[in-house]
């Protein structure tokens, strides 16, 4: 077990960062943020100097939504294997190159967009694309943090997350000032841009080469739930008999509407609304059938004295409740309903201000008169360094203080900075406004999202590890991404009122507060349980 270095030896607690696992999570880290770049700030710079209204701008993110959502797929990337480079790399590594490859391609697709003259809409399918692999990169490459760090090293996980949010911001604020700086000179064009952006993505997936597959017992304890659940599926037959019809009849539909409902004299609105209704109804049957037989394998014991005959189709349920039910009824057996809920609803609101104010900075930027060798300069690589060092700073706080410390702390500074940039609306470009403004939004993102990650990998069970954390952090990405989508058409509506508009953000942050202190006795009881196994290294 590694041990927290004392906080008064400097050496060994810059040997502790230095360590093998806790620099593959940066590079990680590295990989996870750039995407924001390519379809975040980036993009909308390219889209505004395009003349695309502020409202397209911000509805153009919904994108992001592929982060809001990646649960639903999660518990697939913590069974399915990559046809050979799982089996060269190992599982979690196989998947973060697979989607590395497809952020690449899909970017070099995207440098052939002509905003312009009318390529918005194929644009935003590409954005969508990339999004979509950089989602799903997010769910392995966050299972392979929290399978790199012992369940007896419970304090390590802050470390982890300070690692990972450094690698974050690297990537996204770090690199992120490529464009920017390219963009002012005659020479670059978007489109050269983003080829080259294509590129650092390729040479981000050739570092992460370098790192080892984390060694856990997830797949043992995934087979063992799987044999205890064909026993039980073999006693519902008729449970079991459902299953296949609705799942072949959903593929039937399916295939039939790709089709464009063949047979059919013609399809209107009233079609698809059918045919949409149907497909939600087989849908909950098979959700319905899974969570049934999940509920009754914990009533059927004397079946397991009774011989049963263990059929295909008896695994392929066996798989699929083990696969997509167990994760979800795991998290709220373990945490209880109202605390599972609560901790749900509070990733939902902790960052909502962040998300508003995230979403139009770079158009904020702009509009006020920064020009783009300062935003790169300034937002960017300033940011970029402030970030890194106060996510360790705040990361071996946190290790020492507490989650529930630093969530208060980050949470708190996260309101009050969002007025320095009400104050720069105000002032104008001022840079020495803007310094302090970078500075202090840098101080509390870096710490509030180091407690944030470290609490919701504490709440992860190793089993299951990658679907239960994005369906938290997929929650919370929601905030930044969905929700945050509508900032455009909320300036907009203000009249372009940014300090007004900055204001809102600062209250936007209250409730999550509020409700941090309502559940803070849960998250400190779990805190005490972690301690306690690092403390007897069990």
């Known amino acids: 077990m590694m041990q927290v270095p004392p906080l008064s030896k400097f050496g060994e607690v810059l040997k502790f960062y230095f360590q093998r696992r806790l620099l593959v999570i940066f590079v990680f880290g590295i990989a996870s943020g750039y995407p924001w770049v390519l379809i975040g700030s980036a993009m909308s710079a390219w889209l505004n100097e395009s003349g695309i209204s502020r409202s397209a701008i911000g509805y153009f993110g919904v994108v992001f939504a592929m ?67 950089s989602a799903t990169q ?51 064009n978007w489109s050269s841009i983003y080829v080259l952006l294509a590129v650092i993505v390729l040479a981000i997936a050739l570092l992460g080469l370098f790192a080892r597959e984390p060694k856990t017992d997830r797949a043992i304890q995934q087979q063992e739930a ?39 004299t013609s399809v209107t609105y009233k079609t698809w609304i059918i045919w949409a209704l149907a497909q939600t109804a087989l849908f909950i049957l098979i959700v319905r059938t899974l969570i049934g037989l999940h509920r009754n394998s914990h009533g059927v014991h004397a079946s397991h004295q009774v011989q049963l005959t263990i059929k295909t189709s008896h695994k392929i349920i066996a798989w699929l409740i083990v696969t997509l ?32 104010l995230g979403r139009m900075s770079i158009v904020f930027y702009q509009e006020i008169g920064f020009t783009n060798s300062q935003i790169g300069t300034y937002s960017k690589l300033l940011n970029w360094g402030v970030t890194i060092a106060f996510s360790l700073i705040g990361s071996y706080i946190t290790m020492r203080a507490g989650i529930l410390k630093g969530l208060f702390i980050g949470g708190t500074a996260m309101a009050l900075s969002n007025l320095f940039f009400a104050a720069i609306a105000l002032t104008g470009p001022s840079v020495p406004m803007l310094v302090a403004a970078v500075i202090i939004d840098g101080f509390t993102a870096a710490w509030s999202t180091v407690a944030f990650v470290g609490l919701i990998s504490l709440l992860a069970n190793r089993a299951f590890t990658a679907s239960q954390y994005a369906l938290m952090a997929s929650i919370a990405t929601m905030g930044r991404t969905v929700i945050g989508s509508t900032s455009g058409a909320l300036v ?33 009881a779990i805190e005490q349980k972690h301690r306690a196994k690092s403390n007897t290294g069990a």
């Open 226 to 264: 799987e044999q205890k659940f064909r026993r039980d599926v073999a006693s519902h037959p008729g449970a079991a008999a459902i299953l296949p019809f609705a799942a072949i009849t959903m593929m039937t539909l399916l295939g039939w509407a790709i089709l464009g409902f063949a047979g059919l």
């Open 492 to 524: 907009d509506w203000l009249g372009g009122n940014w300090a007004l508009f900055f204001l809102l953000t600062t209250l936007m942050v209250i409730p999550g507060l509020l409700f941090l202190y309502s559940i803070r006795k849960p998250i400190q």
């Open 138 to 188: 997010d769910i392995a490459i966050d299972g392979y943090r929290i399978d790199s760090i012992a369940e007896n090293e419970a304090e390590v996980q802050s470390a982890g997350a300070g690692m990972a949010t450094s690698g974050w911001w690297t990537g996204y604020a770090g690199l992120g000032a490529i464009p920017f700086f390219l963009s002012d000179s005659d020479a670059w």
């Open 325 to 356: 039910i167990e994760p979800l009824a795991d998290f709220f057996k373990r945490n209880g309903t109202r605390f599972a809920l609560s901790i749900l609803l509070f990733v939902l609101l902790f960052k909502l201000g962040e998300a508003f």
């Open 67 to 133: 982060y809001s959502i990646n649960f639903l797929w999660s518990p697939l990337v913590d069974r399915i294997k990559i046809p050979v480079l799982s089996n060269a790399l190992g599982h979690r590594r196989g998947w973060i190159l697979f989607c590395q490859l497809g952020i690449a391609a899909s970017c070099l697709l995207l440098s052939q967009a002509d905003l312009v003259n009318g390529s918005l809409h194929t644009a935003g399918l590409i954005a969508l694309s990339i999004a979509l692999f």
